[in-house]
């Protein structure tokens, strides 16, 4: 992989943002410990919500996360597979800075650089949706442009909110700004403002099932819609917001909105979606004081561990 040869060099000589920027944490991802240098995988926590504008503490998910990925089985849902199988590495958490998000996004943009150029894909655990844009900027900082497949109930596409242009709900109207007119494939969206709509309907590039339609033409016609809509990517980001999940799947998000998706509807379609061409995956806005038995964590992390295990299946084979 190009981009990858291109890294090693340009971080050779640098002083490492992994090291400057990351905190181990005694509790891992499923609980495993992989040799990181066999790794592909690199988790990444980023307990960031600083920009929260209706619930707040989406700085406690990825502990939460990580915590509730201890408890559940290991094997896949849709997808015969084990996350013991992943090559993975937890990485630990971003060194956040509170009140200041353009500063944790460019350290979170660096670490992504470092780590795409040791041959690594970025795993990111939020925190709040603005850390999207970090790790976007670390993506093209490494000459990546990738079509974005967005699962969310809102579009995310203000240019500013409530005066804050770095605010969870600008995190695509930022993107766009970072990459260009790339495409954007939208799956759960159901809130948005008027100006949102309008913008999307004047671009080509972005595309949206909205759960009524979802249950109109079925799961399979979805993926069918959302590979189409990626045919002449050459590569793709999966960025998964947990409030995609009807709030009685996922009471603990940030803002959630009523006429959600279930887990077997959303976990058959990241599985279906995730091919050799990912360079990158997130799962942001779960907010643990506002969650019900722990039912968002749980969700998230068999969420993300599906990812995972489809990932490693497709991804591997590039790589080996």
Avoid: W
């Avoid at 992943?86 to 200041?100: K, P, Q, R, S, T």
């Avoid at 970025?122 to 000459?143: A, D, F, N, S, Y």
């Avoid at 969206?189 to 099932?209: Q, T």
């Amino acid at each position: 992989m190009d981009y990858i040869a291109r890294g090693l060099v340009a971080m050779s000589s640098k002083t490492s943002f992994k090291d400057l920027y990351l905190v181990r944490r005694t509790l891992s991802f499923a609980g495993l410990e992989m040799e990181r240098a066999k790794s592909i995988f690199s988790i990444i926590g980023v307990p960031l919500d600083s920009s929260a504008s209706h619930r707040t503490g989406q700085r406690l998910g990825p502990l939460y996360v990580r915590e509730a990925s201890l408890y559940i089985e290991s094997s896949g849902f849709t997808i015969e597979g084990f996350i013991e199988d992943v090559l993975f590495y937890d990485e630990g958490d971003l060194a956040v800075v509170h009140g200041d998000v353009q500063e944790t996004l460019d350290r979170l943009s660096k670490v992504v650089a470092e780590l795409l150029g040791e041959g690594k894909y970025p795993i990111v655990i939020g925190g709040e949706h603005t850390v999207t844009v970090g790790v976007l900027r670390g993506l093209k900082t490494m000459g990546l442009r990738p079509c974005i497949v967005i699962f969310d109930a809102h579009f995310d596409l203000r240019y500013d909110y409530l005066g804050v242009r770095y605010s969870h709900a600008c995190t695509f109207r930022r993107s766009l700004e970072i990459l260009g007119d790339i495409t954007l494939a939208y799956i759960g969206v159901r809130a948005y403002d008027k100006d949102e709509i309008l913008l999307v309907r004047s671009k080509g590039s972005i595309s949206y099932i909205t759960p009524r339609v979802l249950e109109t033409i079925g799961i399979s016609n979805v993926i069918a819609s959302i590979r189409k809509a990626l045919s002449n990517c050459d590569h793709i980001y999966v960025s998964i917001d947990m409030d995609v999940y009807d709030p009685s799947y996922a009471p603990g998000v940030g803002n959630p909105e009523p006429g959600g998706l279930s887990p077997r509807e959303v976990l058959p379609m990241i599985t279906a979606i995730i091919d050799e061409r990912l360079v990158g995956l997130d799962i942001v806005e779960v907010t643990p004081q506002y969650d019900i038995n722990g039912a968002s964590s749980i969700l998230a992390a068999k969420t993300l561990q599906e990812a995972l295990i489809v990932a490693n299946l497709k991804v591997k084979a590039t790589t080996t």
